[in-house]
């Protein structure tokens, strides 16, 4: 499949947004495209363009600037982060209720658009949220052949890698591109776990980005969909993301007893984080993993720091 250059997928990110701000944006997606990892919205607040390095803000008429300037700049409405949201929600909120209470939507192209508001809570469990604030929308990239420095430094996948960094470092992408490699020029039978959408951006039951021979478990739970593929598909490999939740646990213990290697990732930006993780921990207990990789700060998305055993990290 042809792979989106970054001006595509900027735009494509753009799309989500109301008509009021996307002619404002869409104008200055040449400057944009290479670089922008963030829109945010926020209720009478400015407009903001976030990239690893700098945070740049829309004027009024059209332009970009790092400083804002008094009365010159584009501010987000209410009726803006309104309409925003019906268009992430592709005018169905409804069909949309179990991301939103999760706190993020996925939209087509694999882009996540977070969003916060008041929180409507029954027993403590959020069962909506009303008057939207604000809406973050993550640009998904893609890649091909970030992950093949890792590749040639892991070898054999003898054993279950996991892959840390900071929100923004690249996890994602370099996830999405492992599962491209290893199921095509690796030629292993991969079950792609893909709980948030981001990974595959499936639409209708099409792929919109290459995740190579995959088999595609799309907006499962994690901890289902490794239970389902290991039943279903026999996958040599595993491969999900933001790994760590109790209920997976069980899960990576039962892939491990089937002899399934498994690559995953979790935020955390460095050891010291990553051991006082409590879930990991357990995880990690379970022998999934052999190799752990941190990435480096989001200003490189994608490049390794280093790669450490477990028992470098561990010591139980």
Known sequence: MRSLNDKERFNQAAACLCPNIQK????????????????????????????????????????????????????????????????????????????????????YGGHRAGICGTAVADNDKITNVRDISSINIRIAREHRGCALSLINKLGELDGGVLICGAPCSGKTTVLRDLARIISTEKNKNVSLIDERGELAGTSLGVFQN????????????????????????????????????????????????????????????????????????????????SKIVFLSSKNTPGQVERILKVGEVFDF
């Open 210 to 289: 290459d995740i190579g021979m995959c088999d595609v478990f799309d907006c499962y739970k994690k901890s289902v969909a490794m239970m389902q593929a290991i039943r279903s598909m026999a996958p040599e490999i595993i491969i999900c993301d933001e790994i760590g939740s109790g209920d997976d646990i069980k899960a990576v213990e039962h892939s491990v007893n089937s002899g399934v290697v498994l690559i995953a990732t979790v935020h955390s930006s460095n050891a010291d984080e990553l051991r006082r993780k409590n879930n990991i921990r357990q995880i990690i207990q379970t022998g999934a993993f």
């Open 24 to 107: 404002k944006l869409m104008p200055l997606s040449f400057k944009l495209s290479d670089s922008a990892q963030e829109i945010k919205l926020r209720v009478n607040r400015l407009l903001a363009i976030v990239c690893p390095d700098i945070t740049y803000y829309v004027t009024e008429n059209g332009g970009l600037t790092s400083a804002p300037l008094n009365n010159a700049m584009l501010t987000v409405t209410r009726a803006d982060i309104a309409d925003t949201f019906q268009n992430i929600c592709n005018f169905s909120v409804y069909t949309r209720q179990s991301e939103i209470v999760n706190g993020f939507v996925t939209v």
